[in-house]
C-alpha cells in the first residue's frame, strides 16, 4: 500500500514539488507562541503526551499491545481485532498527517517523494525506544528518547561531512543493534 500511495503521489502532482504560499501554514510549525520555543516542538510534545494517554490509559492502547502481542489470543477472548485494528491504523494515521503538517510547514513546500527511506529511522527510534518488534511491549517516552537519538545521529554525522551513503550505513546499523538487543530482551523474559 505503501507503494500504491507514493506511485499515486507522483501521477497526481505530475511529480512535481508544490510550493505552500500561505504564511499562516508554515507559521503553524516554525513560530513561536513561546519565544525561542518553534511551535512545532510544542506540537510534539502535546502529541507525545496524547499518545502516551492513549497506549496507557484507553482501551484502544490495551487492545493494540494486546493485538501486537497475541492477534489470535486476543480475538478469541471476545476483541474485535479488524475493528480495533483498524482504530489503530486510523490512530496512526491522524499522527502522521500531524507530521506531515509540521515538516511540509517547516519548509514550505511538499514533494510526492518525499518521505522515502523515513520508515527506517521510525523503526529505528521505537526499537531504542524499548519497543518490542514482537509485539506486546511498547514505551512513548522511549520512543521519544529514541527519535532524539536518532535525530541527533543524523545531524552528528552530516556535520562530521560523513556521505549520505555511509549515513544510511550506519542507521542501518543502529537498527541491527536495536533489534538484536531486543531479542535479547525477549529472550531473557520468556527464561524467567
Known amino acids: 500500500m505503501m507503494m500504491v ?61 494486546a493485538i501486537g ?46 518521505g522515502v527511506g523515513f520508515e527506517l529511522n521510525v523503526i529505528a527510534a521505537v526499537v531504542i525506544g524499548g519497543t518490542s518488534l514482537a509485539g506486546g511491549r511498547a514505551n512513548i517516552l522511549g520512543t521519544v528518547v529514541g527519535a532524539l537519538i536518532m535525530e541527533t545521529l543524523k545531524k552528528g554525522l552530516q556535520m562530521m561531512g560523513i556521505a549520505q551513503e555511509w549515513q544510511l550505513v550506519v542507521t542501518g546499523i543502529v537498527v541491527l543493534i536495536a533489534v538484536f538487543v531486543d531479542i535479547l530482551r525477549r529472550k531473557r523474559a520468556s527464561a524467567v
Do not use: H, M
Open 5 to 65: 500511495a507514493r506511485g499515486l503521489a507522483l501521477i497526481i502532482s505530475g511529480a512535481s514539488s508544490i510550493t505552500i504560499a500561505n504564511p499562516d501554514f508554515k507559521y503553524f510549525a516554525s513560530g513561536q507562541l513561546i519565544p525561542g520555543v518553534a511551535n512545532a516542538v510544542l506540537i510534539f510534545v502535546l502529541l507525545a503526551v496524547v499518545a502516551w494517554f492513549l497506549l496507557n490509559k484507553t482501551l484502544l492502547g490495551r487492545y493494540a499491545l
Open 69 to 114: 502481542s497475541n492477534e489470535e489470543a486476543t480475538r478469541l477472548s471476545g476483541v474485535n481485532v479488524k475493528l480495533w485494528k483498524t482504530l489503530v491504523y486510523v490512530t496512526a494515521g491522524i499522527f502522521i498527517a500531524f507530521g506531515a503538517l509540521l515538516y511540509s510547514g517547516r519548509f514550505g513546500f511538499v514533494q510526492p517523494a518525499e
